[in-house]
């Protein structure tokens, strides 16, 4: 069955460490993978977008990869501050047309100061 | 400017009554989505629609569930029979024509079904 995976623990760092998050999938064939914010009580934002034939794409303190033979991304923050602190959802979109997007089940990110 | 909009934020209803969920999009905006997502879950994708038709509504759970968009802006969820099992934040998102871009999605409406 199709799956995507992110850690359901959350990720605890100190202050202006590099936080990395994993999102594994499998059964799917993503043509594009985004990665949101979600804040509490607070609809998901949008921070990256990286397509299957990109392997990292930056903006700012963020860098995203995607490995399509692992079906791995990886979302790297770094110099990490108390305001990062929130929940991250990797989302995959299929290159088959379909504009739906498939949501793993995100993970907490706590940055202690 | 204004992003999207979603009314109420939260409903408290009874089993077996009938609810609609407001969404406004980004105005231009012609793709429309509308996801749920339970506690600790991500969002799970319900209908798409570009315009005023309805593109891909694959992920309703079933026909108690429908949506519309009458004139390609404001869209209504409506949900018949509720159950319990519908309590769930319901989410909006709206984005641009083109493909692959960033979904903006508004704060939710927290349906609870007793």
């Known amino acids: 069955s199709q799956k995507i995976e992110q850690n359901s623990e959350a990720l605890n760092i100190q202050e202006g460490k590099t936080a990395t998050l994993t999102c594994n999938y499998t059964?799917?064939?993503?043509?594009?993978l985004q990665w949101y914010r979600q804040d509490p009580g607070r609809g998901p934002v949008f921070l990256l977008l990286?397509?299957?034939?990109?392997k990292e794409k930056r903006k700012e303190r963020l860098k995203v990869t995607f490995d399509t033979t692992l079906k791995q991304s990886l979302f790297h923050i770094t110099a990490s501050q108390p305001a990062d602190s929130a929940t991250y959802l990797c989302?995959?979109?299929?290159?088959?047309?379909?504009?739906?997007?498939?949501f793993g089940s995100g993970t907490r990110l706590q940055v202690q100061p | 400017g204004a992003g999207v909009s979603q009314t109420p934020s939260n409903k408290v209803t009874e089993k077996g009554k009938y609810v609609e969920l407001r969404c406004d999009p980004i105005?231009?905006?012609?793709?429309l989505y509308w996801y749920r997502q339970s506690l600790g879950q991500g969002p799970e994708f319900l209908i798409y629609?570009?315009?005023?038709?309805?593109?891909?509504d694959s992920g309703l759970p079933n026909d108690r569930f429908f949506a519309v968009r009458p004139e390609g802006s404001v869209s209504t969820l409506k949900i018949q029979r509720t159950e319990r099992g519908d309590s769930a934040v319901y989410l909006c998102?709206?984005?641009?024509?083109?493909?692959?871009?960033?979904?903006?999605f508004g704060p939710g409406t927290r349906l609870t079904v007793l």
């Open positions: 998102a709206s984005s641009t024509s083109g493909a692959h871009n960033e979904q903006f």
């Open positions: 105005s231009g905006h012609t793709a």
């Open positions: 629609f570009q315009g005023t038709g309805a593109a891909d």
């Open positions: 990286i397509r299957e034939n990109e």
């Open positions: 059964n799917y064939s993503p043509a594009y």
């Open positions: 989302a995959l979109e299929e290159g088959t047309g379909r504009r739906a997007l498939t």
